[in-house]
């Protein structure tokens, strides 16, 4: 068990342009979770895969942002024209059928936007 | 609507002295609720998990928590602190596909 592993893990980009992170999940997993935390805050949840099938995104993921899991292993989670107000920690998460709510994190994706 | 709140933005206490992190949820249903640690530059990792049964439920490094339904509450304690034990700790709870975290309380050991 390798655990979720996450990349890059710290990003830094200038307003305006796109960035891309990736998410390998633990391989058994079949649900994946992208989550964004800001300082001081508990993670946000963003959108959520079972197996290549995004079934649910949350307002927060605004037209700029695009997540996906093309076969159902890896996913991608794209911002394009970053803003100041992206800046955060990207956390992404996987879990099995049977283990209902019970997710397993990355170390996640620290991006600023200067 | 799901929330979680956690009303201690951070809590000190000494090594050894006993622990208590208070969290606080509101849910239409029956909850399922999690306590999750996170140190510095890790991942956040469970440490316990609460669906039916027991309201007393015991999860690693020695933590527990109780679910009371009647105070909407799901309290972390631990009897005996250790050093390693400050980080960063968060409720929350599960309904469908979306977990809905709390903002964290800020654990600080003194020797």
């Avoid at chain 1, 079934?55 to 794209?78: N, Q, V, W, Y």
């Avoid at chain 2, 006993?18 to 399922?32: D, I, K, Q, V």
């Avoid at chain 2, 039916?52 to 933590?63: E, M």
Wanted: charged content about 20%; overall charge positive.
């Amino acid at each position: 068990d390798t655990g979720v592993s996450q990349n890059p893990r710290h990003k830094i980009t200038k307003r305006g342009q796109n960035v891309t992170f990736r998410c390998d999940p633990i391989s058994e997993h079949n649900r994946l979770y992208w989550y964004r935390q800001t300082l001081g805050q508990g993670p946000e949840f963003l959108t959520y895969f079972q197996n290549e099938a995004q079934l649910e995104k949350s307002r927060l993921l605004s037209d700029r942002f695009s997540a996906e899991r093309p076969k159902g292993s890896f996913s991608t989670l794209e911002i394009q024209r970053t803003e100041q107000g992206d800046s955060a920690m990207y956390l992404c998460a996987s879990s099995s059928p049977g283990q209902t709510g019970e997710q397993y994190f990355g170390p996640g994706t620290r991006l600023t936007v200067t | 609507a799901q929330s979680v709140t956690q009303p201690d933005i951070h809590i000190t206490v000494s090594e050894g002295a006993s622990l208590e992190l208070r969290c606080n949820y509101s849910y239409g249903a029956t909850p399922y609720l999690f306590w999750y640690v996170q140190s510095p530059g890790q991942g956040l990792q469970l440490l316990l998990k609460y669906f039916s049964g027991d309201t007393l439920v015991q999860g690693i490094k020695g933590f527990e928590a109780e679910f009371k339904r009647s105070q909407s509450s799901f309290n972390l304690r631990k009897p005996s602190v250790h050093w390693s034990d400050a980080a960063e700790y968060f409720c929350a709870v599960t309904g469908g596909f979306k977990t809905i975290f709390g903002a964290g309380t800020r654990l600080f050991v003194k020797a």
